[in-house]
């Protein structure tokens, strides 16, 4: 799966746990001990969402958030997840750290990202699969 950074964070932040955790650990099962830059840290992120008529963005409200920061391999990995799971944080930022580093387990985390971007896709359908019923269309009067 070819995606940008950016886009690669996002599904590590919607990783499982165990998912995160075990790849974590196979990328460091080399010997490569990672350099914490930023442990993992919990606080809350501003949530902003746009209106969709008008187009203007408003404070939604505040979320619980945990992100670590990493360097591995020469490279830095990064991570924010919502909650307040630690282990999980780092896991992600390490994950990050394989793939920009070009390390042998990169193409393992762009395989993860593939699966949570279908799981993702998947739940997104069900999702209005199930909401589909409840829609109201209604008639133009002219």
Avoid at 2 to 27: F, H, K, N, Q
Avoid at 69 to 93: H, N
Wanted: hydrophobic letters at 50%; charged letters at 25%.
């Amino acid at each position: 799966m070819d995606v940008s950074r950016e886009e690669r964070t996002a599904l590590l932040a919607l990783a499982r746990y165990e998912e995160l955790v075990g790849l974590a650990d196979a990328c460091l099962a080399d010997g490569v001990a990672p350099r914490v830059l930023r442990s993992p840290e919990v606080g809350c992120v501003a949530t902003q969402v746009t209106e969709p008529i008008a187009g203007e963005r408003f404070l939604l409200g505040d979320v619980l958030a945990v992100q670590a920061e990493v360097e591995l391999g020469g490279a830095r990995g990064w991570a924010m997840r919502l909650g307040d799971d630690r282990a999980a944080a780092l896991a992600a930022a390490i994950c990050d750290a394989e793939v920009q580093a070009g390390r042998p387990r990169a193409a393992d985390v762009l395989a993860l990202c593939g699966r949570v971007a279908a799981r993702e896709a998947a739940a997104d359908t069900a999702e209005w699969a199930r909401l589909a019923p409840t829609v109201v269309e209604f008639e133009e009067l002219t």
